[in-house]
């Protein structure tokens, strides 16, 4: 059974920063693409970033380009999203996702969901 974990949210004025990490357990996390999505009141979940099995690729949507950072530390189990310049529209829960399957970019859907972690950006 994959579990996943994250932790790092809370409360942050805008333009400052926060890094989530994303713990997983239940199978060989160093042969599966990663990613980070969220969720704002009233909206439907979205992409955020993804990252494939080494590293070495990485997506991003438009929003957050330039300013946030997946990156995973495989010996670890962990995959991190580095937020920089954050602004009050990137308040959200924000969710760590794993596929069934898929060690590149894109895999073939997102089927494991962390519980979240609440992001809280002021104005």
């Known amino acids: 059974q994959v579990q996943l974990v994250e932790s790092g949210g809370g409360l942050v004025q805008a333009g400052g920063s926060l890094r989530l990490s994303c713990a997983a357990s239940g199978r060989t996390f160093s042969a599966y693409a990663m990613g980070w999505f969220r969720q704002a009141p009233g909206k439907e979940r979205e992409f955020v970033a993804d990252?494939?099995?080494?590293?070495?690729?990485?997506r991003y949507a438009d929003s957050v380009k330039g300013r946030f950072t997946i990156s995973r530390d495989n010996a670890k189990n962990t995959v991190y999203l580095q937020m920089n310049s954050l602004k009050p529209e990137d308040t959200a829960v924000y969710y760590c996702?794993?596929?069934?399957?898929?060690?590149?970019?894109?895999?073939?859907?997102?089927?494991?969901w962390g519980q979240g972690t609440q992001v809280t950006v002021s104005s």
């Open positions: 990252i494939n099995w080494s590293g070495g690729r990485t």
């Open positions: 996702a794993a596929p069934v399957a898929g060690t590149d970019l894109p895999p073939m859907g997102y089927n494991y």
